[in-house]
Nanobody
């Protein structure tokens, strides 16, 4: 089993920045990739970004977020980060960390482990 704990959410004004953290514990050796998803009120959970857990730190992003969000990892700390810049009110959502044991192309349906989520609110 893998446990994921997110932190770093909060209230920020439009144009500001936040960095989310996701600390992994337990059987982290089983992780192939980590990702971030978000869910706004009344909407489905959607993919934000993903990164491989070892090796070359290959990363991918939702097309609409490229250039504003950056995913990174620190294996020594068993932590994945999501740096969010130039935030917009439409970025308001609960942000979830996820881990997948088998694919870099993790989805809402394929991810094996989930964190509890952290609220990000962007005011206009």
């Amino acid at each position: 089993q893998v446990q994921l704990v997110e932190s770093g959410g909060g209230l920020v004004q439009a144009g500001g920045s936040l960095r989310l953290s996701c600390a992994a514990s337990g059987h982290t050796f089983s992780i192939y990739a980590m990702g971030w998803f978000r869910q706004a009120p009344g909407k489905e959970r959607e993919f934000v970004a993903a990164i491989t857990w070892s090796g070359d730190s290959a990363a991918r992003y939702a097309d609409s977020l490229k250039g504003r969000f950056t995913i990174s990892r620190d294996n020594a700390q068993n932590t994945v980060y999501l740096q969010m810049d130039s935030l917009k009110p439409e970025d308001t959502a609960v942000y979830y960390c996820a881990a997948d044991r088998g694919t870099y192309y993790l989805t809402v349906y394929s991810a094996d482990y989930w964190g509890q989520g952290t609220q990000v609110t962007v005011s206009s």
